[in-house]
């Protein structure tokens, strides 16, 4: 099979699976929606492995008046992406089949949303392959509208379809810049090639095209101030979309920054300074509030904030690099940020994935009604923690891996880059310390609250561990976290690879990494083997010295305290109450309670409740759409509902066109 006679097939065979699932049996659609899942993820993982093995990609589609020359351009950026979007699509796939039998009454609506996530599926992988501006906005528009489909399944809860509301709305403006871009080099180089924004970028200042580009990005990926569609969306789509959407979808505005930083020419400096500092005070800002949230889903949204910062430090790193001639450095922050997208979307999913089992069981968001779940659901709670300590960046995990990366070239940096650009890289080392102990502090809370203690209220029924074919997705996920973890140097010269293909200079570095960092990316692996090894041998000799005793279970002691309570244990909102009194000025509280004045000897009975408002929407994004309303409450004469005024309105803009064709102006 020639790659030419492929590109039929990445065209139709979407088109066939949507056809196919709403002809056959209803029992059957999830199922048939898998098959085209992998027909589809395995037609284009062919070309995407030879791409990244090999050279680039071409196949062209056709020639019209219009795009003028459509291909298929597959390179190894391309192919490492669409990699990432096959396996997390497969995974959301396979646990989504179980996850929607719940749903089973709702025949049409399922029908619909298995047909549009292949579409969902096959516009995000079009958008790792078009080349030409006027195609990729349209494949771009193809996979925020299907995502927003699959967002809004539940359309009959209000809150949800404003939640796909608002994301659709943030998407489109998202967009606009995109396309002000675009037609900004149409206009200069008359193409809307990739090829022409290379060419604009020789002969024009880079910064501004890039940050039109980096803006309309970035509401994808999830930098603030662009962010605020993320917790909204994340918490109202089904599990396994919320996967999806975290694993993927974001990285694709991560794959569009990358792909316009690969065609920059200059001003690496200040554009490097610029997205470190925008990514430092993302990552910051999204675990802050991340630890801070009580519905589980919205917590990891925020997280997702988070990681996106951390990517885009490592792309800024690799920026400074390239401005400074420093080859170790451009491959160490490109390698970390290419590295650490696939590391998030591994543990990132398997977080969704287990938190939709909980709410699958449980029916409720809210980790301040559970608790004890452990004993209940031994195999997701297992996933939880395991995801936890990844997102963390604890060994032997994958997150260890990427982090250590940007760590290592944070420090390079320090000693590199000049004495101009300390304090960024001082204070980058600090923010990714500080991150991730808040990401630590984030999942002690999330799992303890959960997964933890007893259960706080009485649920509906007696919650037990899901089914076979939703964890098989979750042990899939975790073998391949492992392998990142146990096997780090294969996927280092992956990333390195891809790097090497774009930045020349850095084609032969393998003498430019100093040994000690390829010295510790190898014993990363060793000791990871070594740790689980000892893990494992721990748990066989516990067990044969244990196996025979008995077992007796009894309450643990209350400090004297005979009749304990559930509502005494720790909560999610003690863990965090601290860090959001020091940080009241970001973290935003709106709480309901009369505090207890100091002359109040017997207080009344009180009753206490809040949540957290996210700082940039209140502040900023409800401020400017109120003022947005105020303003537009000006011209509701208009539309008075006076149909004699309606004509006139008519025969006037007739008469204005009249005039202005006699005169020319028109």
Known sequence: MTYSSLAPLILLLPIAG????????HSIRDKVNFVF????????????????????IDILIGNNVVFGNISIHIDKLSSWFILIINLTCINGAFYG?????????????????????????????????????????????LMSISSFL??????????????????????????????????????????????????FFSSNPNVWLFFLFFAGFGIKAGFIPLHSWLPQAHPAAPSHISGVMSGVIVKLGIYGILRMVFLLKQDYMVIGEIVITVSLLTGFYGILNASVHRDFKKMLAYCTIENIGIIGIGIGLGLMGIGRGNNALIILGFAGALLHTLNHSLFKSLLFFSAGSVYQQTHTRDMEKLGGLIHRMPQTAMFFLIGGMAIGGLPPFNGFVSEFLLYYAVLLGIK?????YITLMAFSLAGLALIGGISMLTFTKGFGTIFLGSPRTALLRQPEEVSLGMRLPQYFILTIML?????????????????????????????????????????????????????????????????????????TWGCGYTAPTPRMQYTGKSFSKSLGKLLHFVIIEKPKYKEISAGEIFPAKRTHSSHYNDFFVTKVIDRIVDRLLYSLNYFKFIQN???????????????LIFLGTIFNFI
């Open 150 to 199: 699959l967002v809004i399944f539940e359309h009959k809860n209000n809150a949800t379809l404003r939640a796909g509301i608002n994301y659709l709305v943030q998407m489109h403006i998202g967009v606009l810049f995109l396309s002000a871009a675009f037609i900004w080099v149409y206009f200069s180089e008359g193409s809307f090639e990739f090829s022409a924004i290379g060419k």
């Open 641 to 655: 509902g006076n149909i004699q005024l309606y004509i006139l309105y008519g025969a006037f803009f007739i008469l």
């Open 18 to 25: 949507m056809i196919s699932i709403s002809l056959v049996p």
């Open 97 to 141: 089949m179980g996850y929607m039998k719940t749903y089973g009454q709702q025949k049409a609506n399922l029908s619909m949303h298995w047909i549009v996530f292949l579409l969902f599926q096959s516009s995000m992988l079009w958008v790792c392959m078009a080349q030409n501006g006027l195609a990729f906005l349209i494949v771009w528009e």
């Open 37 to 56: 899942v992998v027909l589809i993820a395995a037609i284009t993982s062919i070309p995407a492995v030879k791409a990244l093995t090999g050279t680039s």
């Open 483 to 555: 392998s990142v973890g146990l096997f780090p140097g294969f996927y280092f010269s992956v990333v390195n690879e891809i790097v090497s293909g774009f930045i020349p200079a850095t084609s032969s570095t393998g003498m430019l990494i100093p040994p000690s960092l390829l010295n510790g990316i190898s014993s990363i692996g060793r000791f990871g083997v070594l740790f689980l090894l000892v893990v494992v041998l721990i748990y066989l000799l516990r067990n044969s010295f244990t196996r025979k005793l008995p077992v007796s279970t009894g309450l």
């Open 416 to 420: 590199s880059v000049g004495i101009v």
